[in-house]
């Protein structure tokens, strides 16, 4: 079955390292994007990519990066930077690009907590 | 980018009863989807509208869009505790690259 698959679903950070979080998927979508959501709240987009080798910043992308060298893969990297990591991230992806026709459809997201 | 507030952010209901979410934009939407995320969960596409005045339905929830597509809302019939989650409704950033969620209506139900 098509999915996406987020890796590791929990991730402790010593403060100062940078972590980077696996986002694969198999539905040969072109669009694919990371969200943070912490607790009690809403989603908040870090990047997104619509195409391979290209990607734009969202509303929270300091201490962030992100690359898309394969179509079904958008690993993001939270670095020490990001002075607030502990929450939960959220990879999506959606069919097309430029379009607003369909829905996104999530991985199980990844918890990280800085210890 | 567009902005869409979402009301109420928490509703408790017996079990049996009704539930409604709204979301209200300032401005005119091309479309809006709506989310579920249960408890632990990562949110689940349930439906996209696009036309004014758009009603669907889907067993027990019946969506609507507003006749000026500047609101929308999730009626949920007769709550059962499978219901329990949060939903979220979500908009077009405006360059269709994106979408913006709402913040979300944490539904509890009490048996």
């Known amino acids: 079955d098509g999915g996406i698959t987020q890796s590791p679903k929990y991730l402790f950070r010593k403060e100062g390292q940078n972590v980077t979080l696996s986002c694969e998927q198999n539905?040969?979508?072109?669009?694919m994007y990371w969200y943070r959501q912490d607790p009690g709240q809403g989603l908040r987009l870090i990047y997104y990519?619509?195409?391979?080798?290209?990607?734009q910043k969202g509303d929270i992308a300091e201490g962030y990066s992100v690359s898309r060298e394969k179509k079904e893969s958008f690993p993001l990297t939270v670095t020490s930077a990001q002075k607030n990591p502990t929450a939960f991230y959220l990879c999506?992806?959606?069919?097309?690009?430029?379009?607003?026709?369909?829905?996104?459809?999530f991985g199980s997201g990844t918890r990280l907590t800085v210890v | 980018g567009q902005q869409v507030m979402q009301i109420p952010q928490y509703q408790h209901v017996q079990e049996g009863e009704d539930f409604t979410t709204y979301c209200n934009s300032s401005?005119?939407?091309?479309?809006i989807q709506w989310y579920k995320q249960r408890p632990g969960g990562h949110p689940v596409f349930l439906i996209q509208?696009?036309?004014?005045?758009e009603v669907k339905k889907q067993k027990r929830l019946t969506f609507q869009f507003g006749e000026a597509k500047k609101n929308s809302s999730l009626h949920i019939t007769a709550t059962q505790t499978t219901d329990v989650g949060t939903y979220f409704c979500?908009?077009?950033?405006?360059?269709?690259?994106?979408?913006?969620f709402g913040s979300g209506t944490q539904l509890t139900v009490l048996p």
């Open positions: 999506a992806s959606r069919k097309g690009h430029l379009t607003s026709n369909y829905g996104y459809t």
């Open positions: 539905l040969n979508h072109d669009a």
């Open positions: 990519s619509q195409i391979v080798n290209d990607f």
């Open positions: 401005t005119t939407l091309s479309n």
């Open positions: 509208l696009v036309k004014s005045g």
């Open positions: 979500a908009v077009d950033s405006g360059s269709a690259r994106q979408l913006t």
